[in-house]
């Protein structure tokens, strides 16, 4: 019975790198969400996967953030050029549907030097 | 603009005593609001939620309060225990994206023994 998996914890990456970030949902659940949260704030929705597709994007800041889930399964961030401004905890979650509760992994911390 | 306002960083609270953390929303088209905690370096895990349709949702020593005129909801511990340190953010969805969260700043709660 496991959570939401996340990986790599932390990722330090210098500026103008490329960086991915992996989620591992629950089994079964369907939706799957990232969101970025920055220092001494809550967490900020960047996107929502319904299966394989992305039925929702508009929290993406810029087009140097792209996200996956090719199977409908496992989903990954990818942020291109970055920034020291990118650096922030990434959050994802599952659920069932999105009508049901979110269950969050315990993030990926990123820092950009 | 904060859509959702959690105006206390931290709060103090005496073991077996009544923990209150307060929350404060401007978007009206908000309908389902809920709790979550979080540990550090551990994602939100979700504490209780409650719908627009209702004041009041308890949940063991957890009570979510809603005042919808006021746009304010509120959740009460009582008793306090030391497991119940951790920082607390309050969340909300509704409109025409219900599977997306808005969130608060985050409460640190502080239970002294």
């Known amino acids: 019975g496991a959570g939401v998996s996340q990986t790599p914890s932390n990722k330090v990456t210098e500026k103008g790198k490329y960086v991915e970030l992996r989620c591992d949902p629950i089994?079964?659940?369907?939706?799957l969400y990232w969101y970025r949260q920055s220092l001494g704030q809550g967490p900020e929705f960047l996107i929502y996967?319904?299966?394989?597709?992305?039925?929702?994007d508009s929290g993406l800041p810029n087009d140097r953030f792209f996200a996956v889930r090719p199977e409908g399964s496992v989903s990954t961030l990818k942020i291109q050029r970055t920034e020291r401004g990118d650096s922030a905890v990434y959050l994802c979650?599952?659920?069932?549907?999105?009508?049901?509760?979110?269950?969050f992994g315990p993030g990926t911390r990123l820092t950009v030097t | 603009d904060q859509q959702v306002k959690q105006n206390s960083p931290s709060l103090s609270v005496q073991e077996g005593r009544i923990s209150i953390l307060n929350c404060d929303y401007t978007?009206?088209?908000?309908?389902?609001f809920l709790w979550y905690k979080k540990y550090p370096a551990e994602g939100p895990t979700f504490l209780i939620s409650?719908?627009?349709i209702k004041d009041k949702n308890e949940d063991g020593r957890f009570t979510v309060f809603l005042n919808k005129s006021a746009k304010h909801l509120s959740l009460h511990i009582v008793p306090s225990q030391p497991g119940d340190s951790a920082v607390y953010f309050c969340?909300?969805?509704?409109?025409?994206?219900?599977?997306?969260?808005?969130w608060g700043a985050g409460t640190k709660l502080i239970i002294k023994p």
């Open positions: 979650a599952s659920s069932l549907s999105p009508d049901y509760e979110q269950y």
């Open positions: 089994s079964g659940h369907t939706a």
């Open positions: 996967f319904q299966g394989t597709g992305a039925a929702d």
């Open positions: 978007n009206s088209m908000f309908d389902y």
């Open positions: 409650i719908s627009s």
């Open positions: 969340a909300a969805s509704g409109g025409d994206s219900n599977y997306q969260l808005i």
